[in-house]
C-alpha cells in the first residue's frame, strides 16, 4: 500500500469505530492482530473495543496525528468522553475528561497486524 492508500484505510478503519460497525471490523482487522504483545484474534481485539464503548458511551475517536511509512502508521489520537466508571483504575465515574492515545500500527498487506497503544494516564489524573 501507498502512503495515501494506507492513509485512507486507517481512516476508515477509525469510522468504522465510531459507528461501532463490528460486522465490517474484519475488512481492516487481521484475524490474528496483536494488541500491545497480546495476541487476541479478530474475536478478542472486537471484544476489547465493544467493551470500551460500554464503559465509555460517547467514545469516538478523533485523529490529531497522523503519520504514515508504509507499512506502520503512527497516530495520535484524541478523546473527549465520559467513561461511567472506572477507567485505566481512576474513579472517573461519568466526569468528563480529555486525552490522547500514541499509536502505532503495522499492515499485514491490507489490514492491521499490530497495534502498539499507550493512552496518556497523567493528563486524565490531572482532570480528576
Known amino acids: 500500500?501507498?502512503?495515501?492508500?494506507?492513509?485512507?484505510?486507517?481512516?476508515?478503519?477509525?469510522?468504522?469505530?465510531?459507528?461501532?460497525?463490528?460486522?465490517?471490523?474484519?475488512?481492516?482487522?487481521?484475524?490474528?492482530?496483536?494488541?500491545?504483545?497480546?495476541p487476541l484474534g479478530l474475536s478478542g481485539y472486537r471484544a476489547m473495543l465493544e467493551q470500551d464503548f460500554r464503559e465509555i458511551p460517547d467514545l469516538q475517536f478523533?485523529?490529531?496525528?497522523?503519520?504514515?511509512?508504509?507499512?506502520?502508521?503512527?497516530?495520535?489520537?484524541?478523546?473527549?468522553?465520559?467513561?461511567?466508571?472506572?477507567?485505566?483504575?481512576?474513579?472517573?465515574n461519568g466526569r468528563r475528561i480529555s486525552f490522547c492515545e500514541n499509536v502505532f500500527y503495522e499492515f499485514g498487506g491490507d489490514k492491521i497486524h499490530q497495534v502498539w497503544s499507550v493512552i496518556d494516564k497523567t493528563a486524565i489524573e490531572a482532570q480528576l
Open 62 to 92: 478523533h485523529i490529531g496525528m497522523l503519520v504514515t511509512d508504509p507499512p506502520r502508521i503512527a497516530a495520535r489520537l484524541k478523546f473527549d468522553c465520559a467513561p461511567v466508571g472506572r477507567f485505566l483504575g481512576l474513579a472517573v
Open 1 to 38: 500500500m501507498t502512503r495515501d492508500e494506507l492513509a485512507d484505510a486507517y481512516r476508515a478503519y477509525i469510522a468504522c469505530l465510531n459507528r461501532q460497525d463490528w460486522s465490517s471490523l474484519g475488512r481492516f482487522v487481521h484475524g490474528d492482530v496483536v494488541h500491545n504483545a497480546r
